[in-house]
């Protein structure tokens, strides 16, 4: 079965910081990768996902992921924090395109200090 | 356009107490489904659909039921509530051979 590790629990950075959240999957095969965000109080919501057209991925509010077969990573990153990012992070996995069964991992608190 | 709507946001129950949390969405998915989000162990997938009269278990089933008898609505049932049940359940839907999911907003169970 596909799954996601990712590393760090809690990260906190600087306001106007580098953010980097952790994401190693495993899988023999090919994954479908994806970032999702949930805001205190509120559902998760798809920041990006990888579905093999690119190994760079660009998603909403400025964070993008790479795509590393070497490294099975998917590490999520921001150039520069800002106060509205913190949240909690979650990497998942599919087993196959266009499969919503989803393996989420156990998320990463982003907290940014101001 | 209200997305996918859960009810209760809160409910308490003493064990062995029966109860089932509601999910609507009104985006015409096929596929839906019910998580688990317990402090250090992310989401489990408790049960899932993929059309109505379809469902299917998921990673920690024991203990639920669903049933799937239109496209709108995705019911969990807990027919004997135990502690081990406390947590927030989300549920979330997606469009037919479309990875991304839309969640609802929780339901906070706490099982005394």
């Known amino acids: 079965a596909q799954s996601v590790t990712q590393l760090g629990s809690h990260v906190s950075v600087s306001e106007g910081a580098l953010v980097l959240l952790r994401c190693n999957y495993s899988?023999?095969?090919?994954?479908?990768l994806f970032w999702y965000v949930q805001y205190p109080n509120q559902g998760l919501q798809l920041l990006l996902k990888y579905t093999s057209a690119a190994t760079l991925v660009k998603g909403i509010n400025g964070f993008e992921a790479e795509f590393k077969k070497s490294e099975t990573s998917f590490h999520l990153t921001k150039p520069s924090a800002h106060m509205s990012d913190a949240a909690e992070y979650f990497c998942?996995?599919?087993?196959?395109?266009?499969?919503?069964?989803?393996?989420f991992g156990t998320g990463t608190r982003l907290t940014i200090i101001p | 356009n209200a997305g996918v709507t859960q009810t209760p946001k809160f409910q308490v129950l003493k064990t062995g107490q029966s109860m089932t949390l509601q999910c609507a969405q009104d985006m015409n998915h096929e596929y839906m489904s019910w998580y688990r989000q317990d402090p250090g162990m992310g989401l489990r997938l408790i049960h899932y659909s993929v059309g109505a009269g379809i469902t299917d278990q998921g990673e920690v089933p024991n203990g639920y039921n669903v049933s799937r008898s239109t496209t709108e609505d995705f019911p969990l049932r807990l027919l004997s509530a135990a502690p081990s049940q406390t947590s927030v359940y989300f549920c979330?839907?997606?469009?037919?051979?479309?990875?991304?999911?839309?969640f609802g907003s929780g339901t906070q169970l706490s099982v005394l």
């Open positions: 998942a996995v599919s087993d196959d395109f266009g499969n919503e069964k989803l393996t």
């Open positions: 899988s023999s095969v090919p994954p479908y």
């Open positions: 979330a839907s997606g469009e037919e051979r479309d990875e991304k999911l839309f």
